[in-house]
């Protein structure tokens, strides 16, 4: 059972992480037991790692702050072996350099920090740069296989889940605006020869005018005939 001192520190650092958190680095205690917490790192860009997540767990002693905790990573990454403890100045492997200044937030950078280099050290593996990008590429799709880890951060699984959705197809828009050679040869076909139902559209334009041209009434004609002798004869009376 952990002592009164160890619960009241973790509890002041979770709270002091949710107020800052840490650049690359997620950190949350079990709802359970507080002396585990689960962690996830975030690879760094411009090494290969970038684009990684990693999982793992902190079991911390009942005597923290005053005694170091164990440390280990879930996730396959290449550079440490999974489900064993790995050896850090930080961690229980070496208890004589351990500072009980040190937190969980500086515990977690510094193994963040020596998982970029190439050291060995117990609980570390060799493997080449493609093994290491491959396995960070489906390092997010392995974790979210896992309960604890689907609860205990769901922000990483809706990440995942939205990575999954097919990219939706941009449609085509088909302009509806005539160009400017369909609004110049509006009778003109594809073959560029007028079509019969434009010309026949023509004619009766052409035929409606010719008959308003024929159709002067001869009534109006003979009227004004009338007028004009009446006109001239006028003189010839008063004569």
């Known amino acids: 059972m952990a002592e009164k ?63 170091p905790p164990g440390i280990s990573m879930t996730t396959p990454n290449g550079r440490f072996m999974t489900q064993k403890k790995i050896c850090l100045s930080m961690s229980d492997f070496h208890p004589e350099s351990w500072n009980p200044m040190w937190s969980v937030s500086s515990i977690l950078t510094g193994l963040l920090s020596f998982m970029m280099d190439n050291s060995p050290t117990t609980g570390s593996v060799t493997t080449s740069v493609a093994e290491k990008e491959k396995l960070a590429k489906t390092s997010l799709a392995f974790n979210c296989k896992n309960p604890t880890f689907r609860k205990l951060f769901p922000e990483y699984v809706e990440k995942y889940e939205q990575q999954q959705l097919p990219a939706q197809p941009v449609p085509e828009q088909v302009s509806s605006v005539p160009t400017q050679a369909e609004k110049s040869r509006p009778l003109l076909d594809e073959h560029g020869n007028s079509t019969k139902d434009d010309v026949n559209r023509v004619k009766p334009i052409k035929d409606v005018k010719n008959r308003q041209r024929q159709s002067f009434p001869t009534w109006l004609l003979l009227l004004l005939v009338s007028i004009f002798g009446v006109v001239m004869a006028l003189p010839l009376l008063q004569l």
């Open 5 to 67: 001192a160890c619960v009241k520190r973790l509890q002041k650092e979770y709270r002091a992480l949710c107020k800052e958190p840490v650049s690359h680095v997620v950190a949350r205690p079990s709802p359970n037991d507080i002396l585990e917490w689960h962690y996830v790192l975030e690879g760094s860009e411009g090494t290969p790692f970038a684009g990684g997540y990693y999982y793992g767990k902190i079991k911390f002693p009942p005597e923290y702050p005053f005694k």
